[in-house]
């Protein structure tokens, strides 16, 4: 009797053991698991699930019949297993079921959760969906290829939103706001002309640059009729496309296909595809799926251990901690490879720690070094980790190869960001000189740049060119258009604005870094003064494809510096050495006008030498030039890399706020 008691003692005593939930003093303490199988392993013979919960003390999977609605058929009990997870394995083929985790947590039962490896949901994203990838596949995805890249700054960005792009009545889109509009080919505006995927090819960009198009909270799948707008950086899952933007939400295989149909064909149509990811907040922050894995973890605090908000959005995530880092390396490289995408661009990339970053970057060479990274070099409101660890701005030379955004040739050029009747060079404005030849040599070191009268920052920030992104607007904020007529002088007239408007994207085209536009800016695009669109409805957020007829000159412009800065390697300098060694800046001791000169056929380009004049100012001006015989293939608003005219004078006029470049053979 006394040996039965003993040995269910000690029974009693190893199951208490293994079912003891660990005590840790801190976030750091949590344990890696460094496996590469967190939450659905599928085969038709079984489901291997595995889910990362170290302080639970029980784990359950439920199993559903229905994405959305009615219980739970089957419940099962998880088992402890390494490194802070937990397993289970059901021999049975459970394909086209659906399932959550539900964590207990100092006694108490917390909501259920998809997990935050989720690759497949049903609709509205709250259960995760088992299906089989291979299904996923459209015709001929194994044969898509990345379109060629030599270099970063070969690229030109087109920031589209997937709903703007195609919902508009004058669109000639079947799959208005859908992610297969971006298949559709002849499709045109009300005129006949090009517009969607054939508008892009003809405009020329090298790189669509999709707003958030994973699963987010906002809008309300399960009601496509109500057209709820949102921009999407309300996260909830981080590894599964949105579904409103599919044909068929409540179908976990479709927005995966359509997706990867959508890159297929802007690849097919030799455009890459970068994903705006927001790894740095969640929709919400207690009872997120992240936060319902482990309480707290994922998220940095305040001293008085409320939830930090450098995000503006009520949370931020701790990019530094041991799973959240191994989280966004594993999301990006899964995007890159099971869904081809060519570049990432990080929300309020400040908030991320370098060591973070430089492992994104690390991870996605080991898939092609040619995938772009780039993000904002900056944060929405202060945060508790030491900015000297941050991927802000100011740190970008400690960044492996991955891109910021300046914000120093954005508002050098249209005027502040924040005050929006506060013009910029383009409109007029005096002392702006330096704070444009910032952005001409791509925020890099360069010996004819006084520093201390750039606009916000005081000291070059990046290594290279193809550190930089050169723009004057993006979704945020007013768009070009609106911001040039809300700053305008108080006696410009609208075809002035034209002028502003082609100069400023003159700057941004001919300038060391990478440019990057907002969808619709080729059009002279309006929000109607609108700021923040990002609840706006489509009334004001779509692209009106017929503003391409009425606008013509300006596409035509757009295009034609397009085309400059694709044929033309000199604008595409790769380092800061090249750079320094032949761009030179003139000294034309005229206000409110910046020249220079691209020597020698720098990076293998054709021709000789360039000149580039910006003029700033609302009246004609003379400048001196170096003597050779010039050949003018931009002036007074009209490109023509034919050429428009041959000069040898030595001076010579600049039009009213516009650029003339001339090139010697």
């Known amino acids: 009797m006394k040996r039965y ?27 890696v698991y460094d496996g590469s199988d967190l939450e659905l392993t599928y085969s038709k013979q079984s489901c291997k699930f595995r889910v990362w919960a170290p302080t639970a003390s029980q784990v359950k999977l ?23 997870t937990w397993t289970l394995k059901v021999d049975e083929n459970l394909k086209g079921k659906f399932y959550t985790f539900q964590l207990k947590i100092d006694e108490k039962w917390l909501d259920e959760t998809p997990g935050m490896w989720v690759k497949a949901t049903g609709v509205n994203g709250n259960r995760a969906a088992i299906i089989d990838f291979a299904e996923t596949n459209p015709a001929g995805w194994e044969n898509d290829v990345r379109p060629p890249l030599k270099n970063f700054t070969d690229i030109m960005l087109y920031e589209v939103h997937a709903r703007d792009f195609s919902v508009s009545p004058n669109s000639g889109m079947k799959y208005k706001g859908k992610f297969l509009a971006f298949t559709e080919r002849g499709t045109k505006n009300t005129a006949g002309e090009p517009t969607g995927i054939d508008h892009l090819k003809e405009l020329g960009i090298t790189h669509v640059h999709l707003l958030p198009s994973f699963d987010f909270s906002s809008v309300d799948e399960t009601k496509p009729k109500d ?9 909830l899952n981080y590894n599964v496309p949105e579904g409103s933007y599919s044909t068929d939400p409540n179908n976990p295989v479709t927005r995966i296909k359509e997706f990867k149909q959508m890159v297929q064909s802007l690849h097919q149509a030799g455009i890459r595809v970068i994903m705006d990811v927001v790894y740095n907040h969640t929709a919400i922050g207690k009872n997120s799926h992240l936060d319902l894995l482990a309480p707290g973890y994922f998220y940095r605090h ?3 251990s409320t939830l930090s908000n450098a995000s503006g959005c009520g949370n931020e995530t701790a990019s530094e901690r041991g799973m959240m880092r191994k989280f966004i390396v594993e999301s990006v490289v899964y995007w890159a490879t099971e869904y081809h995408v060519d570049g990432f661009r990080f929300d309020l990339m400040g908030i991320h720690d370098i060591e973070t970053m430089n492992a994104v970057r690390a991870a996605l060479d ?46 050098a050029l249209k005027g502040s960001w924040m005050h929006s009747q506060i013009p910029g060079f383009v409109s007029g404005i005096d002392s702006l000189e ?7 040599v791509g925020a890099t070191q360069h010996p004819q740049v006084d520093y201390s009268k750039a606009l916000y920052s005081k000291a070059p920030y990046v290594n290279n060119p193809t550190q930089i992104i050169n723009y004057v607007s993006c979704h945020d904020d007013m768009c070009l258009v609106d911001k040039l007529r809300e700053s305008k002088p108080a006696d410009a007239t609208d075809d002035e604005l034209v002028r502003f408007n082609k100069l400023a994207q003159t700057v941004v085209f001919t300038s060391q870094g990478i440019p990057f536009i907002y969808a619709g800016e080729e059009l002279y695009r309006t929000k109607k003064g609108i700021h923040n669109t990002f609840q706006s409805p489509d009334s004001i957020n779509r692209i009106d494809w017929n503003f391409k007829t009425t606008h013509r ?11 400059l800065r694709k044929g033309h390697s000199a604008f595409r300098i790769p380092t800061q050495e090249l750079t320094q060694e032949h761009l030179k800046f003139l000294n034309l001791l005229v206000p409110n006008v910046v020249g220079f000169t691209l020597n020698n056929h720098v990076n293998g380009e054709v021709w000789k030498d360039v000149l580039v004049l910006y003029n700033g100012n609302r009246k004609p001006v003379r400048v001196g030039i170096p003597a050779g015989e010039w050949n003018v293939v931009c002036h007074d608003g009209v490109i023509n890399l034919s050429g428009i005219a041959q000069v040898s004078d030595t001076i010579f006029t600049v039009a009213p706020s516009s650029a003339s470049i001339l090139y010697t053979k």
Not at 62 to 83: C, F, P, V
Not at 395 to 402: G, H, M, P, S, T
């Open 227 to 235: 057209n709820k707008y949102n921009w999407g950086y309300d996260p």
């Open 434 to 440: 330096e704070a444009v030849k910032f952005g001409v």
């Open 5 to 31: 008691f003993f040995f269910m003692l000690l029974i009693s005593s190893i199951f208490s053991a293994c079912n003891k939930v660990p005590k840790y003093a801190s976030y750091d303490e949590y344990p």
């Open 62 to 84: 439920l199993i559903y019949e229905n994405g959305n609605e009615g219980g739970a058929y089957q419940t099962l009990d998880m088992d402890r297993s390494e490194k802070g």
């Open 302 to 304: 305040n001293a008085d």
């Open 553 to 563: 000159d300006v596409f035509d412009y757009y295009k034609g510096l397009i085309a």
């Open 366 to 411: 080991k898939v092609d070094q040619s995938i772009f990274i780039y993000g904002e070099g900056w944060t929405a409101a202060a945060s508790p980790l030491d900015e000297g660890l941050r991927a802000v701005k100011k740190n970008a030379k400690e960044l492996d190869n991955i891109a910021v955004f300046s914000d120093d040739i954005r508002d």
